[in-house]
């Protein structure tokens, strides 16, 4: 076989429990809707007007807003919720490639963006959101809620039903793979 094509591996039923917990968890993070008076003063922090928003991070046009601080880190819930004190506009590569890291340490380690310019700048700027955020945002200890361990039982309840599937899943593709091959 040539050595530039490498045959992807079979998905797996249990190839998707991390993004399944990330799920069960971001289903239970509240979002609070911010006024319009909230969202001037989180871009003005910014410097930025609801007429030029664009990434926080890289000064390129934004498509989204990434949560500052994550909901989810080590398959746990942070606290942490969405709401306009832990949003900052993104463009999808600055938020992809964030993901759930701290903002200032992805940021200094991201060539692309600590050698752009006006780097000093956004980090003071986003400094100055995060201040204004820490008198305001809302970190909860949702894992000391009682419904909390029956939300995450239930994911192991889905967790064992996945198991249960995997072999016969195993099972099935060989079975079509045979009646392809005796076709």
Request: proline share 7%.
């Amino acid at each position: 076989m040539l050595k530039c094509f490498k045959m992807p591996a079979p998905s797996t039923v249990m190839s998707r429990t991390s993004s399944l917990r990330n799920a069960y968890i971001a289903a239970i993070i509240p979002c609070i809707k911010p006024s319009d008076a909230e969202v001037i003063e989180a871009l003005a922090l910014l410097g930025m007007k609801p007429e030029n928003v664009v990434c926080a991070y890289c000064g390129d046009p934004k498509t989204e807003w990434d949560h500052f601080f994550p909901l989810v880190d080590n398959l746990e819930p942070t606290g942490y919720i969405t709401e306009i004190y832990n949003l900052v506009p993104s463009c999808h590569g600055c938020n992809m490639s964030k993901g759930n890291k701290d903002w200032q340490s992805w940021m200094h380690n991201t060539p692309r963006i600590s050698q752009s310019p006006d780097f000093s700048e956004r980090v003071a700027k986003l400094q100055l959101f995060k201040q204004w955020g820490d008198k305001k945002r809302n970190r909860l200890q949702i894992k000391d809620h009682p419904l909390y361990q029956k939300h995450m039982k239930n994911l192991e309840a889905v967790f064992d039903a996945m198991k249960n599937s995997k072999t016969t899943a195993e099972t099935l593709r060989k079975d079509i793979l045979s009646l392809i091959r005796s076709s």
